[in-house]
């Protein structure tokens, strides 16, 4: 009996074929993945660089401002952070809530520290005064 003849190696020989196919293929798989996935990460970099703050608050840092928030309420007291989506931390805040949202007549609330997300932001402004702050180039037509 020769070795073709033999049904069990002949299938042995065939499945380890198999594997090793399905090995390559499982490592080309992979290599296709890592590689699309270095396109989309410099594809991000050159299309979208890091950007910087919306607006730089740094001369109004450590000064009392007003802020309205999307609620309704508006918020008074010491600007003292800020991130680049303009996320904001006031201390010595008072927030008044408007007699609409308060059932009755405005409340008033003192609180030491409060964070307001940007996106939620409807109007700020300093309260010592305003002062034109550069926008690095970039120009508005309107402001909502």
Do not use: C, W
């Not at 080309?28 to 660089?49: E, F, G, H, I």
């Not at 008074?76 to 008072?94: C, K, P, R």
Request: charged residues 25%; negative net charge.
């Amino acid at each position: 009996m020769s070795e073709t003849d033999n049904p069990v190696k002949v299938m042995d020989a065939q499945n380890s074929q198999q594997g090793e196919q399905q090995q390559s293929h499982e490592q080309n798989q992979n290599t296709d993945q890592s590689t699309q996935k270095r396109n989309r990460q410099q594809k991000k970099n050159a299309y979208a660089p890091k950007r910087g703050p919306i607006m730089d608050l740094k001369p109004i840092l450590n000064k009392q401002v007003s802020v309205k928030i999307a609620s309704g309420r508006q918020v008074q007291g010491t600007l003292t952070g800020y991130d680049q989506l303009m996320n904001i931390v006031i201390e010595n805040a008072e927030v008044t809530t408007p007699e609409y949202i308060s059932e009755g007549e405005a409340q008033v609330e003192k609180l030491d520290k409060v964070v307001i997300i940007g996106r939620l932001i409807v109007a700020f402004e300093p309260l010592d005064g305003f002062e034109i702050i550069n926008t690095k180039g970039e120009h508005f037509d309107f402001v909502i």
